[in-house]
């Protein structure tokens, strides 16, 4: 069984303090020092370790869609604007 223990985690562009397993206690921030201070702090408080995974931020926010994804899913919520000519249509959101 793995040990209880506080980690802190680049995901997604942000930084993450939580302990697996435990929704309850998992945390974001927009700093890896926020972050870092933040899980010490739980980890301290609960009585376990704290574990730093030092990954270098990107400082954007992303989803974990490819960019072909992102592409599909834009074109499928939007609606058409223009015909085959690129000539606007009328009024396309109905």
């Known amino acids: ?3 209880r223990h506080v980690e802190t985690i680049s995901k997604r562009g942000q ?5 697996p397993g435990e929704s309850e206690h998992s945390r974001s921030y927009a700093s890896q020092d926020e972050a870092v201070a933040a899980g010490r702090a739980l980890a301290e408080e ?3 370790p704290h574990r ?3 990954t270098e931020a990107t400082g954007v926010v992303t989803d974990e869609q490819s960019d072909a994804e992102a592409d599909a899913a834009r074109d499928e919520l939007l ?3 223009t015909d085959e000519q690129d000539r606007p249509l009328d009024n396309p959101s109905g």
């Open 46 to 48: 609960l009585g376990i």
């Open 79 to 81: 609606p058409d604007t």
């Open 52 to 54: 730093v995974h030092d």
């Open 1 to 3: 069984m793995t040990e």
């Open 15 to 19: 930084w993450v303090s939580r302990v």
